[in-house]
């Protein structure tokens, strides 16, 4: 009965793809967002996402509606916008952010003026903002397969420069470390992660991958390894749990994802704040 | 050594011995943590040089910087060993992971600091002076020769300044030249070989008994100088949790 109740879904070949982007996304946005977490990088995730919606109306409306080619559309905006963010947030006349208020609510007001134009643009623009997992690609799939392993080696490859950085940026320029460099190469991995998670969880909901599972981690261990580990467990739960519910429930399979992983981020604080008080 | 800066700093120029002790006193925005980050490369002068043993900090990573304890997350996730072998990360490279030699120092350098029974424990659960020891271990574990403190000694108790007064001399031993800002004129007199009395520029620089006289200390403080006594160091709150 039960066994049945998780192998029905999967007897889709759109779920199972669904099943294992979800997954993969999960775990890459998890380990990339401990940096967001513990860099107090939230909001800059948050308005990234939305910052690319216009690079992705663009390409939508060049290609004439196929999907195939929006990843490279979101791509490079990710990375554009990053840097770009990275700079402007550097600037000394306006607070930071306020700037990146000012630009991603600027951007994504563009996104949906541009997708606007196209008669069939709720949907769309619906897909865009809260993803769609079960319209995952087979190529889709494999750059999210290929993107996602470049994320994590390069994770791995600079993990004690990176851990330097963000834990005392002042060690990490009197080591002589490339400090800008190093904060590039963050923001650039933080924007491919958008770009991969794009169709899966979409710009709106993007913020909760990146943060959610790594907050809640983040509450139940105190070294670094233990939280990437933890928060990829729990975007995996997350992530699996959410598509059954939402295949059972008829939900929108993002929505249905972040919430599991907030209820996972409610139940380990809970648990904390017993143990703690 | 040389600096020559500007604005916060003006044309200080000093040289420090090896192994020897300096206190950096000087009322509040006279420059103590400008002149630590300029000379540690953190900041760049806006004109002159700095220049030590020759070469420029720019190359160097023999100069550590102790943070003030204020200034650290000490809800970050990681243990006292973690935090000390950030000090080889520089000396690792890129996608090299640390190797027996770095755990070699770490380990010799948490020894030194009398830390080595805490070096798995998360940070916060550390008490204020085991804090400050830690980033001390963390220095040596750089291969630091000189190292800046600053204000290591505000809000600490007096066992665990007792404690960081010893490993200083501890350091002596190891020819380590400190550099320690302060705002206690009784302990730099009585701790330290040579005080440097600075208010953007260096008033003077040298014997505690040369420098801290009363005409000193009105051009460093103006008439406020009685006002900096050690008021706030005696409360302290040397906490565990």
């Given at each position: ?8 879904p999967l ?12 997954v993969l996304?999960?775990?890459?946005c998890?380990?990339?967002g401990?940096?967001?977490v513990l860099r107090?990088m939230a ?9 690319i919606?216009?690079g992705?109306a663009v390409?939508?409306l ?8 929006l990843?490279?559309?979101a ?6 916008a990053?840097?770009?963010?990275g700079?402007?947030?550097k ?5 930071e952010?306020t700037?990146i208020g000012?630009i991603?609510?600027g951007m994504f007001?563009?996104g ?11 949907v769309d ?6 993803g769609?997992v079960?319209?995952?690609s087979e ?11 470049m ?19 002042v060690l ?7 400090v800008?460099l190093?904060?590039n ?5 933080i924007?491919v992660?958008?770009a991969?998670?794009?169709q899966?969880?979409?710009v709106?909901?993007?913020v909760?991958?990146l943060?959610?599972p790594a907050?809640?981690?983040y509450?139940?261990t105190?070294?670094l390894?233990?939280?990437m580990?933890?928060?990829?467990l729990?975007?995996?739960?997350s992530?699996?749990i ?7 429930l008829?939900?929108a399979s993002?929505?249905?994802i972040?919430?599991?992983?907030t209820l996972?981020?409610?139940a380990?604080f809970?648990?904390k704040k017993?143990?703690s008080? | 050594?040389?600096?020559?800066g500007r604005?916060a700093?003006?044309?200080?120029t000093?040289n420090?011995?090896?192994?020897e002790?300096?206190?950096v006193?000087?009322p509040n925005g006279?420059g103590?943590s400008?002149?630590f980050k ?11 040089e700095v220049t030590i043993?020759?070469s ?5 990573s023999c ?7 204020s200034?650290?997350d000490w809800?970050f996730?990681?243990?006292v ?5 950030m000090g080889?990360s ?14 070699d120092?770490?380990n010799?350098a ?5 830390l080595?029974?805490?070096s798995?424990r998360?940070?916060s659960?550390?008490s204020?002076?085991q804090?400050q ?7 040596l574990a ?5 190292m800046?403190?600053?204000?290591p000694?505000?809000g600490l ?12 001399d ?5 020819k380590?030249?400190?550099m320690?800002a302060?705002?206690?004129l009784d302990?730099?007199?009585?701790h ?9 520029k260096?008033i003077?620089?040298?014997?505690p ?6 005409e000193?200390?009105?051009?460093a403080?103006?008439g406020?100088?009685?006002a900096v006594d ?7 709150h040397?906490?565990?949790h």
């Amino acid at each position: 009965m039960f066994i049945s109740w998780l192998t029905e879904p999967l007897q889709y070949e759109f779920m199972q793809r669904g099943m294992i982007a979800a997954v993969l996304v999960g775990i890459v946005c998890a380990v990339v967002g401990t940096y967001v977490v513990l860099r107090g990088m939230a909001f800059f995730g948050d308005a990234l996402a939305h910052t690319i919606l216009p690079g992705i109306a663009v390409g939508y409306l060049i290609s004439g509606g196929a999907r195939d080619t929006l990843f490279w559309w979101a791509l490079g905006t990710a990375v554009i916008a990053a840097w770009g963010i990275g700079a402007i947030s550097k600037q000394a006349e306006i607070k930071e952010d306020t700037a990146i208020g000012i630009i991603f609510a600027g951007m994504f007001a563009l996104g949906i003026a541009l997708i606007s134009t196209v008669q069939s643009y709720a949907v769309d623009l619906s897909h865009f903002l809260f993803g769609d997992v079960l319209g995952v690609s087979e190529q889709n799939l494999w750059f999210i397969v290929i993107f996602g392993a470049m994320i994590l080696f390069t994770i791995g490859a600079l993990y004690k420069e990176f851990l330097t950085l963000s834990f005392d940026p002042v060690l990490a320029m009197t080591l002589r470390l490339p400090v800008n460099l190093l904060n590039n190469i963050l923001l650039g991995l933080i924007a491919v992660t958008v770009a991969i998670s794009l169709q899966t969880v979409g710009v709106a909901l993007m913020v909760a991958m990146l943060v959610t599972p790594a907050a809640t981690a983040y509450l139940l261990t105190y070294r670094l390894p233990a939280m990437m580990g933890l928060a990829a467990l729990f975007a995996t739960l997350s992530s699996v749990i959410g598509l059954y519910l939402s295949y059972y429930l008829s939900i929108a399979s993002g929505a249905s994802i972040v919430l599991t992983a907030t209820l996972f981020f409610v139940a380990a604080f809970l648990w904390k704040k017993r143990k703690s008080g | 050594m040389r600096y020559n800066g500007r604005a916060a700093l003006d044309n200080v120029t000093f040289n420090l011995r090896v192994g020897e002790r300096v206190a950096v006193v000087g009322p509040n925005g006279a420059g103590k943590s400008t002149l630590f980050k300029v000379v540690s490369g953190v900041l760049q002068p806006n004109t002159g040089e700095v220049t030590i043993s020759g070469s420029q900090p720019l190359v160097h990573s023999c100069i550590a910087y102790v943070p003030q304890r204020s200034q650290v997350d000490w809800s970050f996730p990681v243990s006292v060993a973690d935090v000390v072998m950030m000090g080889r990360s520089a000396k690792l490279g890129p996608f090299n992971f640390p190797k027996k030699r770095d755990w070699d120092f770490v380990n010799h350098a948490l020894k030194t600091v009398d830390l080595e029974n805490l070096s798995a424990r998360q940070i916060s659960q550390l008490s204020g002076g085991q804090q400050q020891r830690m980033f001390i271990a963390r220095a040596l574990a750089q291969e630091a020769e000189l190292m800046l403190m600053d204000e290591p000694l505000t809000g600490l108790d007096t066992p665990a300044q007792e404690g960081l007064l010893d490993l200083l001399d501890t350091l002596r031993e190891q020819k380590v030249t400190v550099m320690v800002a302060t705002h206690d004129l009784d302990q730099a007199a009585k701790h330290f070989d040579r005080i440097m009395l600075l208010n953007k520029k260096i008033i003077s620089f040298g014997a505690p008994g040369e420098v801290l006289n009363a005409e000193n200390l009105l051009v460093a403080y103006g008439g406020r100088y009685k006002a900096v006594d050690d008021s706030c160091c005696e409360e302290g709150h040397d906490h565990v949790h």
